[in-house]
Every structure is written in structure tokens, then in C-alpha cells.
């Protein structure tokens, strides 16, 4: 079980979120919702503890919390936006693999990645469309077997298809125990249940 008690930012920003209590079992799904700039990204960057938290975020099972080092063997993190290089698309997926998984990516499990995002691993990533970058970017959910997987607006640039197809890729991994953390304006319909859960960002002001 994931457990959210009283999650905050804790630093000095000019507003702070209502606060986040919520239990998370294997399979559950939660949608973080808000407007522009409530700070959806920001709450992502918390529970992957990459920002100090007011409040705690644990597996109860471990004690394991955002803090600890080896948080990141157990939450993986796909950002909104990340940083293009000219680097080729088969170098991006190894060097993530690395990052994500530890170890080398081998050519099999390569070619079956390239396969699914319909990518081509020569191309430069500086080559790809927004919407081929947008998939590039989930490839770390084919790739690693993570408990929790956080996801900030995954569906944004993608077609129908290609939002039906991450769709069904989070659907098999809630079915296989895993967790889904996920912001968006709404709950993307490519990714719906009737017992996922939601929270809405709401602005505190002041401290």
C-alpha cells in the first residue's frame, strides 16, 4: 500500500495545495486534476522525491518513504517535458534502460520497444515530432517494472490511436499490481475507471 498523509510542498512559495490524504493499493489508479499553474507537476515531483514534502509519502509494507535513497528502485517518474538531444532514439531508450532498470538493454528487448512506440531507433531525437517525442517518453513504462509509475499529462500531443494504445499499455499494468499517479485538466478517456480515484489541486494562499 502507497500512503499519502497530509502531502504538501514544504518550501516558501507563494501558495500552497489543500491537503493530500489518500491510500493507494496494488491496481489503483489516482488522477491529480487542476488548472494551469495549480501545481500538478509539482505535487509529481513531491511523491517522486524530488521536492521536500510536508507530510509523508510510504510504502506501509517497507516503511520505505520519498527520502530514502532507494525510493527510485520503486517509483518511476515520466516528466512533462524532458530535454532533446541529438542523440539517437536507440542511445535514448539504452541510456533510460540504464537509468530505470540498471545494467545494458539488450538488442532484443530494444528492437521490442522500437516496435511497439513505432519509433526508429537510427533517428536523431531531435528529429521526432511532438507526439513521437511524447511516446518516446513513456518508453520507460515498457522498459522497467516499477511499483508506481508517476505520469505527468501522458495523453498530451497524442492521437486517438496512440491514446488508446497507452491506454491499454496502463490498464495491463494496474492488472499486473502496479499503481498509476497521473495529472490532467480531466480524466483522459483512454484511461477511465469507475473505481479509479481523483484529487483536486486547490490553491492555499499563504503559509
Known amino acids: ?9 514544504d518550501m516558501p512559495v507563494a ?13 489503483d489508479a489516482l488522477h491529480i486534476l487542476g488548472v494551469n499553474g495549480v501545481g500538478k507537476s509539482t505535487f509529481l515531483r513531491c511523491l517522486a522525491g524530488l521536492l521536500p514534502v510536508a507530510g509523508s509519502v510510504t510504502f506501509v509494507e517497507s516503511g520505505l518513504c520519498c527520502a530514502d535513497e532507494s525510493w527510485p528502485t520503486m517509483v518511476g517518474f515520466m516528466p512533462r ?17 540504464g537509468v530505470f532498470v540498471g545494467g545494458s538493454c539488450s538488442e532484443e528487448r530494444l528492437g521490442v520497444c522500437l516496435e511497439e512506440l513505432a519509433l526508429d531507433g537510427n533517428l536523431p531525437m ?17 522498459l522497467a517494472n516499477k511499483k508506481v ?3 505527468d499529462e501522458p495523453f498530451v500531443s497524442l492521437d486517438n490511436y496512440w491514446s ?5 499499455w ?3 499494468y494496474r492488472n499486473e499490481g502496479g499503481v498509476v499517479v497521473m495529472t ?7 484511461f477511465v475507471d469507475s473505481e479509479d480515484k481523483c484529487f483536486v489541486l486547490e490553491r492555499m494562499h499563504g503559509r
Open 15 to 27: 501558495h500552497r495545495w489543500s491537503v493530500c490524504d489518500m491510500q493507494l493499493v496494488a491496481g
Open 184 to 190: 490532467g485538466h480531466g480524466v483522459h478517456k483512454s
Open 81 to 97: 517535458r524532458f530535454p532533446v538531444f541529438s542523440a539517437t532514439v536507440a542511445l535514448v531508450l539504452r541510456t533510460w534502460y
Open 149 to 151: 509509475w508517476l505520469l
Open 164 to 168: 488508446g494504445k497507452v491506454g491499454c
Open 1 to 9: 500500500m502507497l500512503l499519502l498523509h497530509n502531502v504538501q510542498l
Open 126 to 142: 531531435h528529429y521526432l515530432s511532438t507526439g513521437q517525442l511524447q511516446r518516446l517518453m513513456l518508453a520507460p513504462l515498457l
Open 170 to 172: 496502463l490498464q495491463d
